[in-house]
């Protein structure tokens, strides 16, 4: 059944199905204005008292959506027109009647009360007096859009699916949802669990819109007969398990353990829960699980073979289980003894009945033996004990691992020895150490050059050797060293020691001698470094004295030892150079002066860094020299030297004359003497001419100063505007520039200019304007100006369309003498035409820059929308209801016009041509041969250009 119904959907429902049409009005306020005729006139003969005569009438603007007019009279419909339609209507003079507008929505909107009034004007003919009650109506169409998907689908057994459409709209609307006729809910939106036919009635401001859906039920049964026998699961471990679901159905898309397997039947071995997911081929999912519990078995750790070294051998499993059945004990213990070779079994139980079974062979090896020996040692002596390898494992007390071992303390030690089949022998010995001599000597022995010291270590034992090779219990030496000395004691143990022999010599004062200075200086003599008291031949007892005599010092001092030392050093003094600098210097800037120290020596300095005995200075400053004779002895000397100031001439730097004016240039107050460039000595000199004119000037000092100026002729100013054009692009610009004489000031009386600088304007006219630039200079003003003519470019680049993929179009722009077509994803073949031929493949816009004869511009842009299918243009109607009601009477294509040629013809269910136009304009009423068809399912194909549409049409009439 599920089938069956599914190819009647198909059928029946290929489009859309619309019980009501929601239109989206662009403006719902349509006005209609009804104009009388000025002449009415009567077809053929005279006006009998009480005939009809016919007004004509006009509707000012287009309802939308297929409204209508309709005229009534006292009780019956006289005539029905389309609100896009003129026509005429016959009444009768006087007669009052109805008008009324009916919305595509099911609203009426009346306006009642209409006269007309009619005088004869001779003949036939009458004039129109007026309407004498209304001339303008207005109608306000309320229009709310509703958006409902045309299928719904539930395909699982407990799945519901939510009808929600979206609206316009969502303030004071009254909405009621029908599943056939009866009422399932009043929200914006329902879930639902049923298939049918659900239908949205929605009322706004009186007027009732309605869509609809389809909801279709495609419920996949149960994946599962059954469920495992049993949900848990319990075992062994080290076994495995066979999972098996029972399924109810073959038809599965997707069939998973979490285990990752893919089918009904698995084996695992680890405790878990194991779910299988299952998919059908309808997108329906179902699982089930099971839950596998592992016990844990005993766990028993016996070898192969177990090694009997003495008399017995305790076997242990240390609770592996809870019940133990041994081959030689009847007892249930976890351990027991073992005396002879052979073969040992065991079983263990746990409590959850799980066991575990080992056996192992019992093996009669030799017995494993060691000794040791207790030991004496000197003390800080060690000893090293070596036993066999013989693949045996050791291990000591201080838990070293090997069959060496050193050891170098008092103590009790022990060795285990283990072989291969885990024998084990230990044993331990004692470690004692005897006494050694205990040494004492001094560390250092000290006397004077050319005595003897004596070293004695006859104290310290019986045996004595000494590094000279000496067997005495002492030594007397006379050179300084190290000593050392080996004794021995009546254990035979020795020790050694040591002493260092050190002899006192005269301290090194490090004086140079003779020590020489220059005269008027000191020399220190410093003997810090003799720690005892001493003498010198001044008769000072001071470790540090000055000297400022020339002459022979000497010093004497017996140091701790009993050791007398003398020491002494000659002391020299030499002259001093001399050198003489006057006190103080002055000189005019720019002039030198010569210094010179009048004096012979080795070396000089100067402050300056000069190194000669003369020198040559000029700068305001104390100059400083510093002589140094042969002997290292040095002099110095200063003196200063101040300069006069020159006088500073500030004449300005250029000045100007106009036409028929003198100059004067005045140099007074700068100094007393003068000497100009033109041979004149006063101190003020005029001109009419321009040219340089240069001065010397002389001060009281004698210091002299220059200066100069410029004198330049300025000539009237003579005002200019330079520009690039005499005529401008609407929203293009230009810069002016203003010539002639200093910039002054400009003139934009249009407000249409930006100042980019002093002689720079930006001007940016809307239409003719004129701009003034004022120029100045010290002799006046003068003033120009420019007018700027203004174009615009009268063109387009035409109208957005939409075209279907694979079509081709020509563009359209207008206005222009030359084009330029660019655009951001294609390549025009030729972009230099006003109609280039374009095939886009993806919705997307062009741009057009125009130009006239001018060379003016205007850019603009296309958008061609493309469309891979013919229903984004052209929506299929699906339904259709020429019952004379005024909606949907005939069977009209939105958009039918973006195609070039169209064809349609319609079929009847048995293939039956009942409808043909070629060029069709949405006019076909559902008749064939002037007849109406009868309700029911027919088919049509809409030929557009290259793209062909084709639906089923269900035809209603009720």
């Not at 002895?633 to 250029?654: E, F, G, H, I, M």
């Not at 003003?781 to 680049?797: C, K, M, P, Y």
Request: aromatic share 10%; hydrophobic share 35%; net charge neutral.
């Amino acid at each position: 059944m599920r089938f069956i119904f599914f190819l009647i959907t198909i059928l029946f429902f290929p489009g859309r199905i619309l019980l009501g049409q929601n239109c989206v009005d662009p403006n719902p306020q349509a006005h209609l204005i009804l104009i009388p005729a000025e002449v009415v006139t009567m077809n053929g003969g005279e006006l009998p008292a009480g005939s009809e005569i016919s007004a004509l009438f006009k509707s000012g603007d287009t309802l939308r959506c297929g409204g209508s007019i309709l005229w009534e009279g006292k009780s019956t419909v006289l005539q029905v027109y389309g609100a896009s339609s003129d026509g005429d209507f016959g009444f009768t003079e006087g007669e009052q009647f109805t008008f009324l507008v009916r919305t595509p929505f099911g609203c009426t909107i009346k306006q009642s009360n209409i006269t007309y009034r009619f005088k004869e004007v001779g003949g036939n003919k009458f004039k129109n007096l007026g309407i004498s009650s209304l001339e303008q109506f207005k109608v306000d169409a309320p229009v709310l859009n509703i958006t409902l998907d045309d299928f719904f689908t539930i395909n699982c057994i407990s799945e519901s699916v939510v009808l929600k459409p979206t609206f316009s709209t969502l303030e004071n609307l009254d909405l009621k949802w029908y599943l056939s006729d009866s009422l399932v809910g009043t929200m914006s939106s329902i879930k639902v669990k049923q298939g049918g036919l659900y239908s949205l009635k929605a009322t706004f401001k009186n007027c009732t819109f309605t869509d609809t859906t389809i909801v279709i039920e495609d419920k996949f049964p149960p994946l599962y007969d059954s469920n495992l026998p049993n949900d848990t699961i319990n075992t062994c471990s080290g076994s495995k398990t066979t999972l098996f679901f029972p399924l109810a159905s073959t038809d599965l898309k997707v069939l998973k353990w979490n285990t990752g397997e893919s089918t009904p039947e698995i084996e695992v071995d680890q405790s878990g829960l194991y779910i299988l997911a299952a998919e059908g081929s309808n997108g329906c999912k179902a699982a089930d699980s099971i839950q596998v519990i592992y016990q844990n078995s005993p766990i028993i750790a016996l070898p192969d073979t177990l090694y009997l070294c003495g008399d017995s051998l305790l076997v242990q499993l240390k609770g592996a289980g809870d019940v133990y059945f041994w081959s030689r004990s009847t007892s249930n213990v976890d351990s027991i003894w073992v005396y002879d070779e052979g073969l040992l079994e065991v079983t263990v139980s746990s409590a959850e009945n799980c066991y575990a079974n080992a056996a192992t062979w019992i093996k009669l090896v030799d017995k494993l033996t060691i000794q040791l020996s207790d030991t004496l040692v000197c003390a800080g002596k060690r000893i090293t004990l070596e036993l066999p390898q013989m693949d045996l494992e050791f291990t000591w007390s201080t838990g070293l691992k090997s069959n060496r071992a050193d050891f170098d303390s008092s103590g009790t030690y022990s060795l285990k020895v283990k072989n291969k089949y885990g024998c084990v022998s230990t044993d331990s010995f004692i470690l004692s150490h005897l006494p050694v001599p205990k040494l004492a000597l001094k560390d250092t022995l000290s006397g004077c050059s050319g005595k003897t010291i004596k070293i004695d270590a006859s104290e310290f034992g019986i045996g004595f050797l000494w590094n000279t090779g000496s067997t005495a219990s002492f030594l007397e030496v006379q050179d300084e060293g190290l000593y050392v000395v080996t004794v021995s004691n009546d254990f035979g143990c020795s020790s050694a020691d040591s002493t260092r022999i050190l002899f006192t010599s005269n301290p090194n004062t490090n004086w140079p001698n003779p020590i020489t200075t220059c005269i008027g200086q000191t020399v220190r003599l410093d003997a810090n470094h003799i720690k005892v008291p001493l003498q010198w031949s001044t008769g000072d007892q001071s470790k540090l004295i000055s000297i400022s005599q020339p002459g022979l010092y000497t010093l004497k001092y017996t140091n701790d030892l009993g050791c007398q030392f003398t020491d002494s050093v000659r002391v020299i003094f030499y002259s001093n150079p001399l050198i003489s600098l006057p006190d103080s210097l002055r000189i005019c800037q720019g002039q030198s002066q010569t210094l010179d120290v009048r004096n012979t020596g080795r070396s000089y300095s100067w402050n300056t860094g000069a190194t000669t005995d003369v020198i040559n200075v000029q700068r305001a400053q104390l100059y400083k020299v510093t002589v140094t004779n042969e002997f290292g002895c040095k002099a110095s000397d200063s003196t200063q030297l101040r300069l006069w100031n020159n006088p500073v001439v500030t004449l300005p730097k250029a000045d100007t004359i106009c036409p028929n004016e003198n100059l004067a240039i005045d140099a007074r107050s700068f100094g007393q003497k003068f000497r100009w460039s033109t041979g004149a000595t006063t101190g003020i000199i005029t001109t009419s001419s321009p040219g340089n004119f240069q001065v010397t000037v002389t001060d009281r000092n004698g210091c002299s100063g220059q200066g100069s100026t410029q004198v330049i002729a300025q000539n009237l100013p003579n005002a200019s505007i330079e520009s690039p054009r005499s005529y401008l692009c609407i929203g293009d610009s230009v810069i002016l520039t203003g010539k002639g004489g200093a910039p002054f000031k400009w003139l934009d009386p249009s407000n249409t200019s930006r100042r980019l600088s002093a002689t720079r304007i930006l001007a940016k006219p809307k239409t003719k304007s004129s701009y003034g630039f004022v120029a100045e200079n010290l002799c006046g003003t003068d003033t120009a100006f420019i007018q700027l003519e203004v174009r615009r470019v009268n063109g387009s680049a035409g109208k957005d369309t939409a075209i279907l993929l694979g079509r081709k179009l020509q563009l359209q722009a207008r206005g222009g003498k030359t084009y330029q077509w660019t655009s951001p994803e294609y390549k025009l073949g030729n972009p230099n035409v006003a109609n280039p031929e374009v095939a886009p493949k993806d919705s997307t816009y062009f741009v057009v820059v125009i130009e006239d004869e001018f060379k003016c511009r205007l850019t603009d842009t296309v958008f061609i929308g493309v469309y891979s299918d013919i229903t984004e243009l052209i929506k299929p109607i699906n339904l259709f209801t020429p019952n004379g009601d005024g909606k949907n009477d005939v069977l009209k294509f939105k958009d039918l016009n973006l195609f070039n040629a169209n064809k349609i013809t319609v079929f009847n269910r048995w293939g039956g041509i009942v409808f043909q136009q070629s060029n069709y304009q949405n006019d076909w009423d559902g008749t064939y041969q002037s007849r109406p068809l009868p309700p029911g399912v027919y088919y049509y194909v809409l030929e557009l250009d290259e793209a062909v549409l084709k639906s089923s049409l269900t035809l209603i009439r009720n």
